[in-house]
């Protein structure tokens, strides 16, 4: 499991809980979060994968994911995609991103004052409708990271763009969703479901960007159909 931006990996403990009885649920953290905030190659922000394996990704960890993928074919039995997007910012191309001007809005409020964009980063991730249990944990497991691990991943955000190598991923994926998701447009996951020949798309309506916290349940199965 590769978790996204602004969250060690932690945040994936309630959907871990629920897996590790059928799956061996390992859960890196990225260079500079979690407990000890390594600071390691901001270029190599996930190991290469060392035996065949069902990949998670969630938004900035579904990049990752999507790239271990195109890099190692022979050891990625299959992608789960949640709230991912090959291109996370809006090009003259592309409008199922993030408005440019938005994006550079905020990277600037995580220069100038880190804590309050965390904050605004934690209400952006709960959906249309306000979920408290989510929304606690979102808070307990945000700001466990190196300001400089922030700013490379918000760096890797907006220069990645996998339009062109998406369609050579040949594995099975699944891309779970929810409408309602304030920072990665679902318009992305449909464009993906339409360009990736083995892609199947689940879109749960409510849930916003970190819908596997309501929908922990169903998520689960769903992962449990791709073993």
Known sequence: MLHGWGFSS???APLKDR??????V???DR????DDNAVTDADSPVAPLQ????VLGWSLGGLAAMRLALQQPELVSGLVLLAATPCFVNREDWQAGMDATVFAAFHQQVIEDERSAMQQFVRLNSGAKIDRSSRQVLTAHAGNARRQALLDGMEELADTDLRREVKNIKVPVLLLHAADDRVVPAQASHWMEEIMPTARLVEFPLGGHAFFLQ????VAA????MS
Do not use: C, H, M
């Open 10 to 12: 932690t945040v994936f």
């Open 19 to 24: 897996l590790q009885a059928d799956f061996n």
């Open 26 to 28: 390992v859960t890196p």
């Open 31 to 34: 260079p500079g979060y979690g």
């Open 51 to 54: 035996s065949p394996s069902l």
């Open 215 to 218: 929908k922990g349940r169903e």
């Open 222 to 225: 769903l992962i449990r159909s």
